[in-house]
């Protein structure tokens, strides 16, 4: 079993940064594929971005590509989320995730097995 703990979350205005964290524990956390979803009220959890286990390789959801950067410490067992430019549609709950098995850096909510509890983020405008 893994464990996911987000935290970094936060009220911040429209063109502000604000970084993620994600601690994992409880099995190896340095061959899985990571990943960021967040939630809107009233919306589905949405795919925001991934990283290899590596972390040389990433892929970002086109609505934050370019303001959003993932990266990953496996020494300390840990994710970040890095964002910048923030705009109040980026407004929800930001979860962080892992796969169990499998390479692939899927978009897909069903591919990832693990999922911490959240964190809000607030924008406002």
């Known amino acids: 079993q893994v464990q996911l703990v987000e935290s970094g979350g936060g009220l911040v205005q429209t063109g502000g940064s604000l970084r993620l964290s994600c601690a994992a524990s409880?099995?190896?956390?340095?061959?899985?594929?990571m990943g960021w979803f967040r939630q809107a009220p009233g919306k589905e959890r949405q795919f925001v971005t991934a990283?290899?286990?590596?972390?040389?390789?990433?892929y970002y959801a086109a609505s934050v590509k370019g303001r959003f950067t993932i990266s990953r410490d496996n020494a300390k067992n840990t994710v970040y989320l890095q964002m910048n430019s923030l705009e109040p549609e980026d407004t929800a709950v930001y979860y962080c995730?892992?796969?169990?098995?499998?390479?692939?850096?899927?978009?897909?909510?069903?591919?990832?097995?693990?999922w911490g509890q959240g964190t809000q983020v607030t924008v406002a405008s």
């Open positions: 409880g099995r190896a956390f340095s061959n899985r594929v």
């Open positions: 990283i290899a286990w590596s972390g040389s390789s990433t």
């Open positions: 995730a892992a796969r169990n098995a499998g390479d692939g850096m899927d978009s897909s909510r069903s591919a990832y097995t693990y």
